[in-house]
T-cell receptor, first 112, second 114 residues
């Protein structure tokens, strides 16, 4: 059953802690993306990767970091430098960089 | 930069048609997309249209593209309560160095009244 999985679905962290959100896909897609969604704001691109071992900053990369060591995996770390991390985080993948993107179910991060 | 605009809310009665509108600024967009998001879930790709097309129909969904006015619309025929969701318009554009990005509108929340 092919798809994109994100874990956990809900995540709570204390202020000042780093946290890593998981994103895995078994669609054999080359490109992967991380978005942040806030109410009334639509989706904003954090980071994207078009190939293993390569990634680029999106529009709001400050306070976040990523890695792409395997084609299937694109974890996102929300660092303590991110001033307002509470949001819904969506991971997506695409078979090629110019194609449509397919989304995972999302992780809701709440900072206490 | 690229921008995609949508109205934020739409309310329709069950059985009526819904029309969700979108305007975009990048005339070089090759594909335009409609995504659906149900509460607490990810985005589901509904349909897309290539920029050299005027219309695309897929069961209850009709997409109209006016490239001159940079206007995209999604019509849902015989709207059902299960269609209640947020609908996002998105356009893909070349962002340089061999990269492509999607720019999303802020989403239109469709409420279907039984």
């Amino acid at each position: 059953d092919g798809g994109i999985t994100q874990s956990p679905k809900y995540l709570f962290r204390k202020e000042g802690q780093n946290v890593t959100l998981s994103c895995e896909q078994n669609l054999n897609h080359d490109a992967m993306y991380w978005y942040r969604q806030d109410p009334g704001q639509g989706l904003r691109l954090i980071y994207y990767s078009q190939i293993v071992n390569d990634f680029q900053k999106g529009d709001i990369a400050e306070g976040y970091s990523v890695s792409r060591e395997k084609k299937e995996s694109f974890p996102l770390t929300v660092t303590s430098a991110q001033k307002n991390p509470t949001a819904f985080y969506l991971c997506a993948s695409s078979p090629d960089r110019g194609n449509e993107q397919f989304f995972g179910p999302g992780t809701r991060l709440t900072v206490l | 930069g690229e921008d995609v605009e949508q109205s934020l809310f739409l309310s329709v009665r069950e059985g009526d048609s819904s029309v969700i509108n979108c305007t975009y600024t990048d005339s070089s967009s090759t594909y335009l997309y409609w995504y659906k998001q149900e509460p607490g879930a990810g985005l589901q790709l509904l349909t897309y249209i290539f920029s050299n097309m005027d219309m695309k129909q897929d069961q209850r969904l009709t997409v109209l593209l006016n490239k001159k006015d940079k206007h995209l619309s999604l019509r849902i025929a015989d709207t059902q309560t299960g269609d209640s969701a947020i609908y996002f318009c998105a356009e893909i554009h070349y962002s340089g160095a061999g990269s492509y990005q999607l720019t999303f509108g802020k989403g239109t929340k469709l409420s279907v009244i039984p």
